[in-house]
Every structure is written in structure tokens, then in C-alpha cells.
């Protein structure tokens, strides 16, 4: 693809964007995926199986914020998308046990994205409040087909028992009765390559630089021969890829899917996490997701009511530290450096 | 499905009305204040599950649903002013992102808030005496309360109508929607008639919440099935217009109240019917005029 000339003055502003903190940035991308990589051997297991949850609805949260912070459309019923890949790798697991979980989780990860591309029609055409309210009615729809359609999602009892007591991840690489730690390394695997993959899309190729400007000059973009309806689109079909990989994961990391994977408390959860984390860094809402499920963690051995808690502090986060943890942290350091220099 | 068809009509004419009045009840509220002050509320639908456990508690107490008709729906306006005060008036100029993520915040504590009081268990609330019977008209039974229910929304709409386009208030509000600097330089407080407009909000949702708990009960995830009914309606009528709402909650009732006689296993997926078919005619909503953005 050859940049258009007009192109130079908003590729530039792009770049002064991104230089800024780039080294500050990278240094925390790779501490919190180093962390990640080295969890199995420091933490203890019964932390590792909270890191499990964090890392996969991080996955997801990240999958919300490719639509957010690249797009600026805020995605009220994210967890259709997170749901459905998880319904349709159950059953996939039930139906082709001996077909490496790879290729399966694939599937139902691009099963979902070609959903994303086919929902995002009706609703990345508008912004603001009137796309946040349509993707809720989207994820109350795909929800209300799981709660009815009994006979294929088991309703609110859900599925269980389709995980094959060997798992294959290649042709002749196979885990019998995988171990927390094992499949904690399975999601791993995943999450590392697919965020810098997706990272390196959104951020470093022209077709993440035609979602860049759409979101900065919807007009101008238009103007230089964007079809900006079908970057949206292409952006909310990512955003539902990766939500799909995080939900196939999640059916095998827990061996149960019901309708709490697709209900509108997880797609408000999924907001909270990564608004915690902060979306204006790629990896804060993998980081917003350790922070809340750790958090309610410590709350819920406090209180039973721990989520009354949560939601002041989320308030409170909303009011005082809109662009969240990392918005908080880079804050500091920018501080700090300015203090060191001066 | 048993009698002919006169009574099936006539019960169907019913079930469309109170359909209607529910959905509008709720939607109303949202729809006034978004287009008022073009603040979405989420928790909008969590005021009218607090109205509708404080009413529970109310009528549990004294024994009288007239009492807690009338008591919850003001106790639930003060709360509704305390958040207000504290929270939302903040953001009424802060852009849909912040609102509706503050709105999530405040959904999740009263959800919790509620649960935290009441349990985790759903309640059944019993119609007042002499509006619990039952009715026969040409073969068909039909309930009393529903058309209390219809009464109800009649003369609260009636109301809000004369409210909003009658009376020197109302045009007050009306123009504040519009030219905020304007009215503010004439003297009117833009904060007072803010507040107002909140807090009228607020209040139809609470009598949303009493009036309904008798038909649907109360449990703790009336928040979220109202806000999603809610959300559609206001969509599918274009945000932020009332007769837009008014229209599409009767197309609601219409497909609820009928075609529940004949399809009721699918009565789930009505309202999506109703929000995919308006849309694919009237993309921006039936009187929808602005994108939302």
C-alpha cells in the first residue's frame, strides 16, 4: 500500500505519539510479560489458578480495548463474543477430541471474528453512546440464545465434562489429565504471540495506521479514500478474534461453560478490568484484570460483599484516575524524569 | 390458548397495553434525561430495582402496597439526589465514555447495596385487595391489577406530557436542552433544572419499580433485564426522543401481548425482534434524528 502524501502531517503526529514513553512502555510490556512467562515457577498453586483467570480475562479485556482505544467505540456486550468462542470450543472438544486444540481454538476464534464482522454492520456505523447501547442489546440477544437453547448450551446448568482426558496440542504431543500448570502455560502460549501480533498490527502496519486515523479524523481520513466504515469494522472484528481466543481458552482452563461466560456482568466486568488496568496502554487491562481478580480476591476473604467495595473503588478510580493504573504509573515516572532533569 | 377468538383478542389487547405501560414506565425516565441533558445512565434501571425493594420492604412492614406506592418512589428521589450531588452532576458535561462508566460504577454497588440488605433470594409481592381479582369480559379472563398498571402509566405520561410542553417549567427545561448559555444569561439556574430533570427521571423509574413488582416480582437481576429492555426501547425509538419511546414500547406490547399467545417459548427474543426490525427501516431509530455521538 503507497501512502498518499497528505498522509505525511497526521503519520508524524502518530509518531510524535509514540515516541513519547516508547522506552518507558516497553520496559513495562516486558516486565509484565516476563512475569507472566515466569508465574508457574514462583507463585504458589493456588495463586497460579487466579493468574489463569487474570491472564485469560486479561486476554479478553484486551480484546475489548483494540475496539476502545484504537476505535474510541466502547463496547457494552463484549462478552458475546468471549461466550460464544468458549460454547463453540466445548463443543468442539466434544466433537473432534483426537484434532490438535490449536487448529480447534482457531476455529472458534475465527468462527467468532466472522460473527464480529457480521454484528459489527449493525452497530460500528454509529459512535458514542447510541454503539455502546446496540453491542448490549447484541451480547443480551446472543445471551438469551444461550439461557433458551437448553438442548445445545445446557442453559444456566451449562456444559461440563466435554474436556477428552488427553488433550493433543500436536500430533504426537498429548497431556494427559492436564495439570493447572499445564494448561496456565497453554493460555500462555497463546496470549504472549497473539498480543504482540495484534500489538504489532494496531501499531506498526498501515493497516493499524488507517485505524489510528480514523479514530484521531474520522473526515479526513474519508477525505484521504479511507473506506472508514469497513477499518471500524475490520478493528471490531479483531477485537472479537481476540475475545474468541480468550473464551476458547477459557472453556479449557476451566472445563465448564455456562451462561456466566456471555452474561452482561462479565461484559461490565471486562469494562472495569481494563479501565482499571488503563486503555490508553495496550497491556494495561491485562494488567487491570491481575489487579481486580487478585483484588477481589483479598476483598472476598474480607467481606462476602466485596463487590460493594469494588464498585466504590472503581468510582472513585473513574472520577480521580480516568486513564487508570498505567495512565497513574506513567504519570509518576514523566514527574520523576521531569524532577531528575530539571 | 383455550376459548375463541374474540377473547384471545381481547386478552391479547390487554397483555399489549400493560406491555406497553411497563415498557414505556421504565424507558421513560431514561429517555427524558438523555435527551435532556444527554446523560446515559446506566444505573438508571438500578433505581428502579432500589424503588421496587424499598416498596417489597415498605409493604412488608405496614401491610399496605397504597403506602409503599406512595413512600418509595420519594425515598428513592433523595438517593437519587445524594448520588446526584455527589456523583453525577459531574460529568454532565464529561461525553457518554466517563458517564457511562461512572453509571456501571454506581449499577454495581446499589446491585450489591441490595443483594447486601435484602439477600440473595427473589420475592413475590401480592397485589392490593380489590385489585388482585380477576375479570371476565366476552370469555376472557382478565387480571384487574394490569389495568391499574395501565391507569398508571396513562396518567403519569399525561403528566410528564403537560409537564414537558405546558407549563412554563417544562419550556424552561426544554430550551436548556437546547441553548444552555441562553438560558443560563436569562437568570434560570442550569444546575437547579439539571438536578430536576435527574431527579424526574429517577422518579418514574421508582414507580416503574413499585408498580411492577406485583406482575414480576423482585430479585437481583431485575437491574440488568430492565436495562437491556430499556436500552432497546430508547434505541429503537431514537435516543433521547419520548414519543419515539412511547411509540416502540407499543410495538413492544404489541408483539409481547400477542405474540405471546401463540409463541410464547420465543417471548425471550421479542424485544430483539422488534429493535433488528425498526432499525432496518429507520436506522437512527423511529424519531431518531442525531447519531448519538
Known amino acids: 500500500m503507497t501512502i498518499p502524501g497528505k498522509l505525511g502531517p497526521a503519520l508524524s503526529a502518530l509518531d510524535a505519539e509514540r515516541s513519547r514513553g516508547r522506552a518507558s512502555g516497553a520496559v513495562a510490556t516486558f516486565a509484565l510479560l516476563g512475569a507472566i512467562v515466569s508465574a508457574p515457577w514462583i507463585l504458589p498453586q493456588a495463586a497460579l489458578n487466579d493468574l489463569s483467570q487474570a491472564i485469560l480475562l486479561g486476554l479478553f479485556a484486551i480484546g475489548f480495548n483494540i475496539i476502545f482505544k484504537y476505535s474510541g467505540l466502547l463496547s457494552f456486550g463484549h462478552a458475546a463474543f468471549f461466550g460464544t468462542a468458549a460454547y463453540a470450543e466445548a463443543m468442539l472438544l466434544q466433537a473432534f477430541p483426537a484434532v490438535p486444540v490449536p487448529v480447534l481454538i482457531l476455529l472458534a476464534a475465527c468462527g467468532v471474528g466472522a460473527l464480529g464482522l457480521l454484528l459489527g454492520h449493525i452497530c460500528v456505523r454509529r459512535s458514542g453512546a447510541y454503539f455502546s447501547m446496540m453491542t448490549l442489546a447484541i451480547g443480551a440477544f446472543l445471551y438469551t440464545i444461550a439461557f433458551k437453547w437448553h438442548a445445545v448450551t445446557g442453559g444456566t446448568d451449562g456444559l461440563g465434562s466435554f474436556m477428552p482426558s488427553t488433550l493433543v496440542l500436536l500430533p504426537g504431543w498429548r497431556l494427559e489429565n492436564p495439570s493447572i500448570a499445564q494448561t496456565y502455560e497453554l493460555s500462555a502460549s497463546f496470549l504472549i504471540p497473539l498480543t504482540l501480533a495484534v500489538w504489532l498490527i494496531l501499531e506498526r502496519t498501515p493497516f493499524g495506521n488507517a485505524v489510528q486515523l480514523v479514530r484521531q479524523n474520522e473526515e479526513r481520513a474519508a477525505f484521504l479514500g479511507y473506506d472508514t466504515h469497513r477499518v471500524k469494522l475490520a478493528n471490531y472484528g479483531l477485537a472479537a478474534f481476540v475475545a474468541g481466543v480468550a473464551g476458547a481458552l477459557w472453556a479449557i482452563a476451566n472445563g465448564f461453560v455456562s451462561t456466566d461466560s456471555i452474561d452482561l456482568t462479565l461484559s461490565t466486568t471486562v469494562i472495569i478490568m481494563a479501565f482499571i488496568g488503563g486503555t490508553g496502554w495496550f497491556w494495561g487491562p491485562l494488567l487491570g484484570s491481575a489487579i481486580y481478580i487478585f483484588g477481589s480476591d483479598r476483598l472476598s476473604a474480607l467481606t462476602q460483599h466485596w463487590q460493594l467495595w469494588m464498585g466504590l473503588a472503581f468510582i472513585v478510580l473513574v472520577l480521580a484516575f480516568p486513564r487508570g493504573i498505567a495512565g497513574l504509573v506513567a504519570l509518576l515516572s514523566s514527574r520523576l524524569v521531569e524532577r531528575r532533569d530539571g | ?293
Open chain 2, 1 to 293: 390458548m383455550s376459548g375463541h377468538l374474540p377473547s384471545l383478542i381481547i386478552a391479547g389487547g390487554l397483555d399489549t397495553l400493560t406491555y406497553w405501560s411497563l415498557a414505556f414506565l421504565i424507558a421513560s425516565g431514561l429517555t427524558v434525561v438523555f435527551g435532556m441533558l444527554g446523560f446515559l445512565n446506566v444505573a438508571h434501571a438500578s433505581f428502579y430495582m432500589l424503588a421496587g425493594y424499598i416498596g417489597y420492604s415498605i409493604a412488608g412492614q405496614t401491610g399496605s402496597f397504597w403506602l409503599a406506592l406512595l413512600l418509595a418512589p420519594p425515598i428513592t428521589v433523595v438517593l437519587g439526589l445524594a448520588a446526584e450531588r455527589l456523583l453525577f452532576r459531574r460529568l454532565y458535561e464529561a461525553g457518554h465514555t466517563p458517564q457511562l462508566l461512572l453509571t456501571i460504577g454506581i449499577a454495581y454497588v446499589i446491585a450489591e447495596a441490595t443483594k447486601m440488605i435484602w439477600g440473595d433470594d427473589a420475592f413475590t409481592v401480592s397485589p392490593p385487595a380489590g385489585l388482585g381479582g380477576h375479570i371476565v369480559i366476552l370469555g376472557a379472563t382478565l387480571p384487574v391489577y394490569h389495568l391499574f398498571v395501565i391507569a398508571i402509566a396513562l396518567v403519569l405520561v399525561g403528566l410528564l406530557a403537560l409537564l414537558i410542553s405546558g407549563t412554563r417549567l417544562g419550556m424552561v427545561v426544554r430550551a436548556a436542552a437546547t441553548h444552555p448559555q441562553m438560558v443560563d444569561a436569562l437568570g434560570f439556574k442550569l444546575h437547579t433544572v439539571h438536578t430536576l430533570v435527574f431527579l424526574v427521571g429517577v422518579y418514574l423509574a421508582a414507580v416503574a419499580g413499585v408498580v411492577m413488582t406485583p406482575m414480576l416480582g423482585i430479585y437481583p437481576g431485575m437491574a440488568d433485564d430492565a436495562l437491556v429492555q430499556t436500552f432497546i426501547v430508547v434505541v429503537a425509538g431514537g435516543l433521547g426522543s419520548l414519543p419515539g419511546a412511547f411509540a416502540v414500547a407499543g410495538l413492544l406490547g404489541l408483539v409481547q401481548g400477542f405474540g405471546s399467545v401463540f409463541l410464547s417459548d420465543y417471548a425471550l427474543f421479542f424485544p430483539f425482534i422488534v429493535l433488528a426490525g425498526v432499525l432496518m427501516f429507520r436506522p437512527l431509530g423511529l424519531f431518531g434524528t442525531r447519531s448519538g455521538a
